[in-house]
Every structure is written in structure tokens, then in C-alpha cells.
């Protein structure tokens, strides 16, 4: 028996104003992240998949279609009926070095949904937020730190303990490994892996690197110019892809486990002739 999706999105439609009219980011996209599940969507840069994560967690307001979070639809709430919902999907953002208040302790950082969520004692909140500091594989001593004295794999640990905090159901992860060395992107999937065996957490794990996805994700959809072209389990999908964007997807991805992610480029040619892509380093002009 298939379980009830904790989520699940629906025929989502989000379009921005540009000079000339609308431009479409993402066209129809549906899928279902069952409890305690992890789905990955894969795609070069530009396919539509960090604007589906600002949707899910209503950054931004879907132009139509349905966001449905345990059978209610919030991609139109307004916030008033939004934001006790807000604290069951939160969101593990790309950048560790900007996504995070220079300003504020680690402490305080953390600290800060529980107060929004209604913890009214600093002594409550500040022990909580010891110990999800504790829990995401932080010492004590980093509770009295402020940002710029943490590494980027640190910095993305206060930023899941962040998310924590509100005590999620679901975390959307925005390429939160991109900007991180291989070393460290193991640490921090490893410690994904296992808040989700502890807590039950499901994940929604965007990507352009298919080894971050390979290592979290059970299911994963594949898009293309903000339409999901391939889907279904994540081994199958990978290892035997039907579609010819999807090989070559494969082909120019680079795994976490050889180099530091770089996106995924030269793809466009390569479908047409199912044919290797050009590595990124090996483009005319390319930079790492």
C-alpha cells in the first residue's frame, strides 16, 4: 500500500515577468515525498529546481498548480494561515557564508525560530540550542561564535541546526553540499542520513551533482527547462537512464567522491547526439 505523501506537489506552474512578457521557470512538475522519504531533483542550472524549493517553502508564491502539505494546499495561503505551518518545512539553503547573520552568535542563530515559534525563556531557548548544536557535531564552544570564525562545512551545520529547530518534518536542501569540499560534503550527507534514521526527517535533496542524490535519495526526478523529463527510483534512474538528457546528465556530472561539484554544462549538443558532453574545465573561457 502506497503511504500518504506528507507532501506533495501538483501540476506547479511559476512564471516570472520579464521585458518581453512572462517567462515560464517551471512547467506542470509533479511529485510525492512520502514520511520520512527523500526525493532528488537533478538538472543543470536553470531547469527550474531552486525555484520548485523557494515554492515549497513558500519564498515565493506559485503562479497556479498545488502544494499540498499533509492534504492541505498552501501554495495560496495567505500568511496568516501559513505561518504555523511554516516551522513543519524548512530549508537547508546553498550558501553557508550567506546565510547566516555575520551579527549573531551560533547560539543565536539557532535560537531565533524558537523564539518566532513561541519559546518565550532565554534560558529554554538558549539550552535547546545547545543542544541541536550538539546534535548537527558542533562542541559547546562554538555556541559563543559568530559566523566568520567557522569553516564552510561548520557554517552549514549551524544552518541544519537552524532548520531543526522548529522541529521539521521535512527539509528542503537547496545544493546545501555545492559550496563544500569532498571531505566535508561526506560529513554533512552522513549527518543528513542520520537525522533522518534518528528523527524520520524526509528530504527533498536538490542538485546538479547525481552522486549527492545518489548517496541521499531514494526517488529522484530529472528536469529539463522546468518540466521533469525522467523519474523513479534513484538507482534505476542513474544507472540506466531512459531519456538521452538524462546520460548526458550523467555523462558531465562530476561525483562528489573524485572532485569539488561544478554544474553540469555542455549538455545541449551532447542530448542531440547522445554523445559525451565537453567537461566543464575543458570549455573555451570556463573558470572553476
Known amino acids: 500500500m502506497t503511504p500518504t505523501p506528507l507532501l506533495a506537489v501538483e501540476d506547479l506552474v511559476v512564471e516570472y515577468p520579464v521585458a518581453d512578457g512572462v517567462f515560464r521557470a517551471v512547467d ?16 543543470e542550472s536553470g531547469c527550474g529546481k531552486s525555484t520548485i524549493a523557494r515554492s515549497i517553502v513558500r ?12 492534504g492541505t494546499d498552501i501554495a495560496g495561503l495567505p500568511e496568516r494561515r501559513l505561518r504555523p505551518l511554516r516551522k513543519r518545512v524548512q530549508m537547508v539553503f546553498q550558501d553557508p557564508y ?15 525560530p524558537l523564539r518566532l515559534n513561541g519559546m518565550r525563556s532565554g534560558a529554554a531557548r538558549a539550552r535547546r540550542a545547545a543542544a ?10 562554538a555556541l559563543q561564535r559568530r559566523p566568520a570564525e567557522f569553516s564552510g562545512g561548520q557554517r552549514q551545520r549551524i544552518g541544519i ?7 521539521p518534518e521535512l ?3 537547496d545544493e546545501a553540499t555545492s559550496a563544500l569540499d569532498v571531505s566535508v560534503q561526506a560529513q554533512v550527507l552522513q549527518l543528513l542520513r ?7 526527517l524526509a528530504y527533498i535533496v536538490i542538485s546538479h551533482n547525481l552522486g549527492v542524490v545518489r548517496e541521499i535519495s531514494s526517488e529522484v526526478v530529472v528536469m529539463r527547462a522546468g518540466r521533469i523529463i525522467e523519474s523513479g527510483p534513484t538507482g534505476t534512474v542513474l544507472s540506466a537512464p531512459a531519456d538521452p538528457y538524462t546520460r548526458a546528465l550523467r555523462r558531465a556530472a562530476l561525483d562528489p567522491t573524485t572532485m569539488r561539484g561544478r554544474k553540469p554544462r555542455a549538455l545541449v549538443s551532447a542530448i542531440a547526439a547522445d554523445q559525451e558532453p565537453v567537461a566543464a574545465d575543458q570549455e573555451p573561457g570556463a573558470t572553476q
Request: with cysteine; net charge negative.
Open 28 to 43: 506542470g512538475v509533479s511529485f510525492a515525498v512520502p514520511p520520512g522519504g527523500a526525493l532528488g531533483v537533478v538538472g
Open 59 to 70: 519564498l515565493l508564491r506559485p503562479t497556479r498548480g498545488r502544494i499540498l502539505l499533509d
Open 98 to 112: 550567506g546565510s547566516l547573520d555575520p551579527h549573531l552568535t551560533a547560539e543565536e542563530i539557532v535560537a531565533e
Open 132 to 141: 541541536l548544536i550538539d546534535q548537527v557535531g558542533l562542541p559547546a564552544g
Open 161 to 167: 541546526a537552524r532548520a531543526l529547530a522548529g522541529g
Open 171 to 173: 527539509l528542503v536542501c
Open 194 to 200: 542520520e537525522l533522518q534514521t534518528e528523527q524520520g
